[in-house]
């Protein structure tokens, strides 16, 4: 009886195993576009703290200037969704992480790094409005309230 049970379990494993591989096989690649914007996501939440203290750097700022520059030229999952207004928004968005950057480099009171840091974060929220607004949530809890 025990073997019976031990079996069964085995093969319970083996087929979830098998079809969470299936599974796996079907999800699309992840695009250049996609990859990039969970960069930044996640660059962004990282820095939130850092700017709230007024702990900022600018090897900070200019590695996600880097990071992110390929964004207006990133393959998008569906290039048809792309619109015309998309570069724009991208360079906007460089631009505003700029912004951020003359802050730290002034040193800026904490305060108006916090307003430059939101204000990447409302660029991001209008992207998002124009082409896919899916994400605007998760990037407005980013946002350091006053």
């Known amino acids: 009886m025990r073997y019976l049970i031990m079996a069964g379990l085995l093969m319970v494993s083996l087929l979830a195993c098998q079809s969470n591989e299936s599974a796996n096989a079907r999800l699309a ?16 939440e990282g820095l939130k703290t850092a700017v709230a203290k007024g702990e900022l750097t600018l090897s900070q700022v200019d590695a996600m200037i880097v990071a992110h520059a390929s964004l207006a030229t990133d393959q998008a999952t569906t290039p048809s969704d792309i619109k015309i207004t998309f570069p724009t928004f991208a360079d906007g968005y460089i631009k505003q992480l700029q912004f951020l950057r003359d802050q730290v480099i002034n040193q800026a009171y904490v305060k108006q790094q916090i307003d430059a840091f939101n204000a990447v974060l409302v660029t991001c929220v209008g992207c998002h409005q124009d082409h896919c607004p899916g994400p605007i949530e998760r990037i407005e809890k980013i946002a350091i309230q006053p």
């Not at 695009?31 to 962004?44: G, N, Y």
């Open 29 to 44: 690649p992840v695009s250049e576009l996609a990859a990039t914007m969970r960069v930044m996501t996640t660059d962004m």
